[in-house]
C-alpha cells in the first residue's frame, strides 16, 4: 500500500460512506474520492420513510457522518457530481464534464432507483416516489395538505407510507394486484396480520387490483381508475412498486451482471480492481450458497466495511445472515433470514400473535429459513443463530416461549440446506 494510490467510491451512498470510512480505519494513507450524484453529503435511507416522514427526527439525524469528516478524514467528498463512464483498461472514471479520475481500485454503490409505473397519467404532478431526501420532503409537503392519499404498492415502502400518512390524518387507500399486503415477501399467513393492521389504522386496502391510469385535473393528478372502471380519488398519489439497480455504468464497462453487479463474497466483481455494494450488489451469500440482493439498509451498512478490506488487500469474505426492519404505527419489527418466493412449508408462532408480540419462524423440511420478532426485542442474534445452523429444529420447541432459542439453536443437528 503506497501514498500514491487512488481508491475511488462511485455513489456517496451508505455504503460508500461506510467503505471510505473504513478504509481511513484500516489505514489507507492514499487517496480517497467519493463521488455522488445528489446535492446531499451521505445519508440513510430508512429515516425518509419512517421517522423523519412522519416529521418525528430532525435532518441532521439522517446523514453517516457530520458535516465536516470527510474533509477531517483527507476524503475527498464530490457532489451533485456524475460519472458516466468506467474505461476498465486505463482505469479511469469519466465524469459528465468530462474530468477523468484514475482509480488503482474501484467501489461501486449506486443503489437503485423506484421503478416507475408505465400507466397513462404516470407524469402528472403529484405523483410522487420515495427514494431521495427531496422525495421525503415533497411527499411530506404533499401530506400536510392533502385530504385523500392513493399509495399504488403494497410492500414495505407503500406500507410505511401509508402510516405516516395516516399519522398526518390523511385518508389513505392501498392498492395491490397481489391478494394481501407483503404477500411474496411474507406469506399469507403473516401478510394477513399486516392488512389487519392497517385495516384497523382506517386504511382501505383494495387487494387484487389492476391500475389502468392515473386521473388528473389539468397537469396534476386527481385519483386512481383501476381496471374495472372504478375510481378512487386522491389529492396525492404515491407510487411503491419496487426498484432497479443501477447498473447502467456497470453493464456499459463489460461487468458481468445479473439482476445488479455480480460479486463473490469479498464484493469482487468479475473486474479484480474493481468491488460493489448495497443495493446495487449481487452478493454470493456462503452461508446461502447463491447469490441475493439485498434491497435492505443492513446490507448497505455492513458491506461497505469489507469490501474495504478487500480493495486494501484483506481477505475478508462478506457471509451476514440477511436482516431488515419495519415499524409501522405501534408494530415494530425485525426480520432474520431469507425465504425465496415463498418456498417454505410451515410457519411458526411464537408468543401472542392477537397482541402482536410474537416471532414468526418459516420453515423448510424442519430447517429455519428465517425468523421476524414483532415487538419482541434483543432476540436477533438468537434467531440469526438458529438460521444459520441450517439444522432441523422441533417446531414445538421454536413455538414454546419457555424454551430459550439459544437452546434451540444449540440443540439443532447439523444439515445441508
Excluded at 411474507?186 to 391500475?211: D, F, N, S, T
Excluded at 411503491?240 to 439497480?245: D, K, L, N, R, T
Excluded at 447469490?291 to 435492505?296: A, F, K, T, Y
Excluded at 423448510?364 to 444459520?388: H, K, P
Aim: glycine share 12%; charged share 25%.
Amino acid at each position: 500500500m503506497t501514498a500514491q494510490q487512488t481508491f475511488v467510491i462511485v455513489g456517496a451512498s451508505l455504503a460508500g460512506a461506510k467503505a471510505a470510512e473504513a478504509l481511513r480505519a484500516v489505514g489507507f494513507d492514499g487517496r480517497v474520492v467519493l463521488i455522488g450524484e445528489e446535492a446531499e453529503r451521505p445519508y440513510e435511507r430508512p429515516p425518509l420513510s419512517k421517522d423523519y416522514l412522519q416529521g418525528k427526527s430532525e435532518k441532521d439525524k439522517i446523514y453517516v457522518h457530520p458535516e465536516g469528516w470527510y474533509a477531517g478524514h483527507d476524503v475527498e467528498l464530490r457532489l451533485g457530481s456524475r460519472v458516466t463512464a468506467i474505461d476498465r483498461a486505463a482505469r479511469q472514471l469519466i465524469t459528465q464534464g468530462g474530468e477523468r479520475i484514475g482509480y488503482d481500485k474501484l467501489l461501486v454503490t449506486t443503489g437503485s432507483s423506484p421503478r416507475r409505473l408505465p400507466v397513462p397519467g404516470h407524469d402528472l404532478d403529484g405523483v410522487l416516489y420515495l427514494r431521495g431526501v427531496a422525495d421525503c420532503e415533497a411527499i411530506k409537503a404533499a401530506f400536510a395538505t392533502a385530504k385523500r392519499a392513493a399509495i399504488i404498492g403494497a410492500g414495505w415502502i407503500g406500507l410505511e407510507t401509508a402510516a405516516a400518512a395516516r399519522a398526518a390524518a390523511v385518508d389513505v387507500t392501498v392498492l395491490e394486484r397481489a391478494k394481501l399486503p407483503l404477500l411474496g415477501v411474507l406469506g399469507p399467513e403473516v401478510a394477513a396480520i399486516y392488512a389487519a393492521l392497517h385495516a384497523e389504522h382506517g386504511v382501505e386496502l383494495r387487494m387484487g387490483v389492476e391500475v389502468a391510469e392515473i386521473t388528473g385535473v389539468g397537469h396534476r393528478a386527481s385519483g386512481v381508475r383501476l381496471a374495472d372502471g372504478s375510481q378512487i380519488d386522491a389529492d396525492v398519489v404515491v407510487v411503491g412498486v419496487g426498484i432497479s439497480p443501477n447498473t447502467e455504468l456497470a453493464e456499459l464497462a463489460g461487468l458481468v451482471t445479473d439482476n445488479g453487479i455480480v460479486v463473490d463474497e469479498h464484493l469482487r466483481s468479475s473486474d479484480p480492481d474493481v468491488f460493489a455494494a448495497g443495493d446495487v450488489a449481487s452478493a454470493y451469500y456462503p452461508s446461502l450458497g447463491r447469490h441475493l440482493r439485498l434491497e435492505h439498509w443492513s446490507a448497505a451498512l455492513k458491506q461497505g466495511p469489507p469490501a474495504a478490506a478487500n480493495m486494501v488487500g484483506r481477505a475478508t469474505a462478506y457471509d451476514e445472515v440477511p436482516y431488515f426492519f419495519s415499524d409501522q404505527y405501534d408494530m415494530g419489527m425485525e426480520y432474520s433470514g431469507y425465504v425465496e418466493g415463498g418456498r417454505y412449508d410451515q410457519v411458526v408462532f411464537r408468543g401472542e400473535v392477537a397482541k402482536r408480540e410474537f416471532i414468526a419462524f418459516w420453515l423448510r423440511q424442519g430447517r429455519v429459513l428465517a425468523g421476524m420478532n414483532v415487538n419482541i426485542w434483543d432476540v436477533t442474534d438468537a434467531i440469526a443463530a438458529v438460521v444459520r445452523s441450517g439444522g432441523q429444529v422441533d417446531a414445538a420447541l421454536l413455538a414454546d416461549p419457555g424454551v430459550a432459542l439459544e437452546d434451540i439453536h444449540g440443540n439443532a443437528p447439523p444439515g445441508e440446506r
